[in-house]
């Protein structure tokens, strides 16, 4: 028996047809993420834990990386 589960963003809430966000907001969160890490508002890891896949974590991280001049 397959059961669709609902699902829903992970940036805004709203209901996706599957999957952990709507289409294009999985960048957006991680932009948002990636600022506040820059601002000083949470840690990298806080911000690696708030993201669903490692992949995702991995792109903040390098971003972040990049932009410290590491
Ligand atoms: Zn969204």
């Known amino acids: 028996m397959t059961t669709a589960e609902p ?3 992970r940036h805004c809430g709203e209901p996706t ?4 966000y709507a ?5 957006k969160h991680r932009g948002e993420l990636y600022q506040a890490v820059l601002a000083c508002e949470i840690t990298e890891d ?3 834990a708030d993201l669903p896949t490692v992949a995702l974590a991995d792109q ?4 972040l990386a990049r932009t410290r001049g590491r």
């Not at 047809?17 to 952990?20: H, I, K, M, S, V």
């Not at 289409?23 to 960048?27: L, N, Q, R, V």
């Not at 903040?60 to 971003?63: E, F, H, P």
Request: aromatic share 0%; glycine share 16%; net charge negative.
């Open 17 to 20: 047809r599957g999957g952990e």
């Open 60 to 63: 903040l991280s390098n971003d």
């Open 46 to 48: 806080q911000a690696r």
């Open 7 to 9: 699902t829903v963003c």
């Open 23 to 27: 289409p294009g907001h999985d960048s």
